[in-house]
């Protein structure tokens, strides 16, 4: 049975940047959030995702 180790996670490694989708989000999630008040967080990241003004037509 071998079984690998994980390596400790670093607490001061750098973090990963944020995207733009991220700073998009940040930038206008209150006002969906007030035209949609019953929406929930993953229903409001659905609105935006959707709302966003780039279109990216590539599939994962």
């Known amino acids: 049975m071998s079984e690998q180790m994980r390596k400790p996670k670093d607490r001061n490694a ?3 940047p ?3 989708l991220m700073f ?3 930038d206008h ?3 969906v959030q007030q035209q ?3 929406a929930s967080f993953g229903e409001l990241g659905e609105i935006l995702g959707r709302q966003r003004p ?3 037509d590539r599939r994962r």
């Open 14 to 16: 750098p973090k990963k």
């Open 18 to 20: 944020i995207t733009a």
């Open 24 to 26: 998009y989000s940040q």
């Open 29 to 31: 999630r209150e006002r």
């Open 36 to 38: 949609n008040p019953g």
């Open 54 to 56: 780039w279109s990216c």
